[in-house]
C-alpha cells in the first residue's frame, strides 16, 4: 500500500533505496543523488544515533569538523569584537563586525547571520543574549572555536566549511554535508570527515554500542540506511 503521508515524487523516490539494506556510504550517497527531486539544490544530510545519554554531561557528544570539500552555503558571519581585533575581522571577510551596536540590534530582534564569532572581553556583555542566542545555536562557545583571539583564522574556518554538530535529548546528531549537486567523490569526503569527527568524539563514559544507527538523505528526499559496522 502506497504511503500516503507523502507525495508522488517522494514514493518514486522511494524505490530507488531498499529499506532494508545497509549500504556503503558511496552506494548511499549515490542513491540520495538519484532520489532528489525538488526544483532547489538540496542540502545532504546525515543523521546519526548514537548510544550516549545526553542527561549526563559526561555524555553530551559536541564538536566542530572541517568539511574537506565545503558546505556549499554561503555563511554569514558576525563579529562581536573592538579595536584591532574588529579591523581584523573586517580584513578577513565577516559579514557583520561590531560590538555594543551589534548586540543592542540582536537584543532588538536582528538576528540575520549564521554565526557567531566573538572574542572573549565580550562574552560578558554577550550572555546577556543567552535566551536569544542559546536555542538557536548562536552563542559563541571556545569548544567550537567562535571565542577566540584568533579571529581571522576563525572566520576563514567558519566560510570554508567548518560545521560545529551536537547531540540532541533523544542521542541523535544531526549535520549537512554538501549539496546534491556536489560530485559524489565530494559528498563521500565530507561524509567519512564528519563520521570520523563523530567516532573520535566518543565520551569515555558512554558504554556499549556507541554509532548504533546512520542514514543520510537529501532535504526533501527519504533517507537511505548507511552501514554502521566500519564505526564500530
Not at 540590534?105 to 540575520?112: A, M, Q, S, T
Amino acid at each position: 500500500m502506497p504511503n500516503q503521508l507523502h507525495g508522488k515524487k517522494y514514493r518514486v523516490a522511494e524505490k530507488n533505496r531498499d529499506v532494508i539494506v545497509a549500504y556503503q556510504p558511496k552506494q548511499a550517497l549515490e542513491i540520495v543523488k538519484k532520489s532528489a527531486f525538488a526544483k532547489f539544490d538540496e542540502s545532504v544530510e546525515v543523521a546519526v544515533r548514537l548510544g550516549v545519554d545526553p542527561k549526563h554531561a559526561d555524555q553530551v557528544v559536541r564538536g566542530t569538523v572541517a568539511l574537506p570539500a565545503g558546505t556549499g552555503k554561503s555563511v554569514r558571519v558576525l563579529v562581536i569584537a573592538t579595536g584591532d581585533k574588529a579591523k581584523e575581522a573586517e580584513g578577513a571577510g565577516a559579514d557583520f563586525v561590531g560590538a555594543d551596536d551589534m548586540i543592542a540590534k540582536i537584543n532588538d530582534g536582528w538576528l540575520e547571520f549564521d554565526v557567531l564569532i566573538a572574542t572573549p572581553d565580550q562574552m560578558g556583555k554577550l550572555g546577556r543574549l543567552g535566551r536569544v542566542l542559546g536555542p538557536r545555536g548562536l552563542m559563541p562557545n571556545p569548544k567550537a572555536g567562535t571565542v577566540t583571539m584568533d579571529v581571522e583564522r576563525a572566520i576563514r574556518e567558519t566560510k570554508g566549511g567548518k560545521i560545529e554538530f551536537r547531540v540532541d535529548k533523544a542521542g541523535n546528531v544531526q549535520a549537512a554535508i554538501g549539496k546534491v549537486s556536489f560530485p559524489l567523490e565530494s559528498l563521500e569526503t565530507n561524509f567519512n570527515a564528519f563520521m570520523d569527527q563523530i567516532v573520535r568524539s566518543k565520551p569515555a563514559s558512554s558504554k556499549g554500542v556507541y554509532v548504533r544507527n546512520v542514514s543520510v538523505s537529501s532535504t526533501m528526499g527519504p533517507g537511505v540506511k548507511v552501514d554502521v559496522n566500519p564505526y564500530r
